[in-house]
């Protein structure tokens, strides 16, 4: 069983880099399953897909975020990572990771929330 935890700091100032680690059990991000995410959802919003990274270390970034957004990972510590920079307010959001063997079979992580304040 895929199990999934994000963790970071849960309050990150205007301007700083939000960085946020995601830990993975009963998988594994060089093999199975293909594809590791970071979605958020901000208040009052939908989810919004931010970027992955596939077990080959190929990355996706949604346009929206590319320029601000990096997703990196440490295959010694089977883990994954965030990087947003250049936060605002409207970066506030509950994080999630996610891994997906297909479109229809995805493992979520219980997602933490991030608030960017001075």
């Known amino acids: 069983q895929v199990q999934l935890q994000e963790s970071g700091p849960g309050l990150v100032k205007p301007s700083q880099t939000l960085s946020l680690t995601c830990t993975v059990s009963g998988g594994s991000i060089t093999t199975r399953p293909n594809a590791w995410a970071w979605i958020r959802q901000p208040p009052g919003t939908g989810l919004e897909w931010m970027g992955a990274i596939h077990n080959d270390g190929s990355t996706y970034y949604s346009p929206s975020l590319k320029s601000r957004t990096s997703i990196s990972r440490d295959t010694s510590k089977n883990q994954f990572s965030l990087q947003l920079s250049s936060v605002t307010p409207e970066d506030t959001a509950v994080y999630y990771c996610?891994?997906?063997?297909?479109?229809?079979?995805?493992?979520w992580g219980q997602g933490t929330q991030v608030t960017v304040s001075s």
């Open positions: 996610n891994a997906a063997h297909s479109p229809v079979e995805n493992f």
